[in-house]
T-cell receptor, first 114, second 113 residues
Framework: AQSVTQPDIHITVSEGASLELRCNYS??????LFWYVQSPGQGLQLLLK??????LVQGIKGFEAEFKRSQSSFNLRKPSVHWSDAAEYFC????????????FGAGTQVVVTP | NAGVTQTPKFQVLKTGQSMTLQCAQD?????MYWYRQDPGMGLRLIYY???????DKGEVPNGYNVSRLNKREFSLRLESAAPSQTSVYFC????????????FGPGTRLLVL
């Protein structure tokens, strides 16, 4: 069965510290991979996506993610967090071989402390 | 260019009442989606429409119906609301037939008493 796992429900990080959010997936083949961010009371905004090619993907707001096929992972990183990065982050996967539907992880809530 | 808009922003219903959630996009996208978001469960797909005139069930379609009124609009209807349908509902749209980038609306918070 296909699944997306975000092992960390909640992460607290100090402003200026680095951040890494984990995402693991179980899929029949290499899927398309996405990270979305949701600020309080808002819809989801795409941070970055991986379709093919370079396994290190750069996104908006200083985020990057690395696709590791051997580990079925797509972890999101930011070297230095800002207070405005406090939000909920969702990893999502979708099929590459046909039109399909995104499957989302349960999300990781990030709290940034001064 | 407003992107994806949803109405209403917030709604309270009594069990058994019906309502329609509206979604519109002005990006000339082909595909549209309805998701529900519940704590600890991420987003789950209710229904989707690959193109104007077509709709298909997603992961959790029971208790819902949809209409793709035209290319811009995709509505979600609850015929007889139940407390289990208390959730935040998101509409999204996507340009092409194959996976690209989905753009999300701001959401509708629904409370069913």
């Amino acid at each position: 069965a296909q699944s997306v796992t975000q092992p960390d429900i909640h992460i607290t990080v100090s402003e200026g510290a680095s951040l890494e959010l984990r995402c693991n997936y179980s899929y029949g083949a290499t899927p398309y991979l996405f990270w979305y961010v949701q600020s309080p009371g808002q819809g989801l905004q795409l941070l970055l996506k991986y379709f093919s090619g370079d396994t290190l993907v750069q996104g908006i707001k200083g985020f990057e993610a690395e696709f590791k096929r051997s580990q079925s992972s797509f972890n999101l990183r930011k070297p230095s967090v800002h207070w405005s990065d406090a939000a909920e982050y969702f990893c999502a996967v979708g099929p590459t071989d046909s039109w399909g539907k995104l499957q989302f992880g349960a999300g990781t809530q990030v709290v940034v402390t001064p | 260019n407003a992107g994806v808009t949803q109405t209403p922003k917030f709604q309270v219903l009594k069990t058994g009442q019906s309502m329609t959630l509206q979604c519109a996009q002005d990006m000339n996208h082909n595909s549209m989606y309805w998701y529900r978001q519940d704590p600890g469960m991420g987003l789950r797909l209710i229904y989707y429409s690959a193109s104007e005139g077509t709709t298909d069930k997603g992961e959790v379609p029971n208790g819902y119906n949809v209409s793709r009124l035209n290319k811009r609009e995709f509505s979600l209807r609850l015929e007889s609301a139940a407390p289990s349908q208390t959730s935040v509902y998101f509409c999204a749209s996507e340009r092409k037939k194959y996976q690209e980038t989905q753009y999300f609306g701001p959401g509708t918070r629904l409370l069913v008493l």
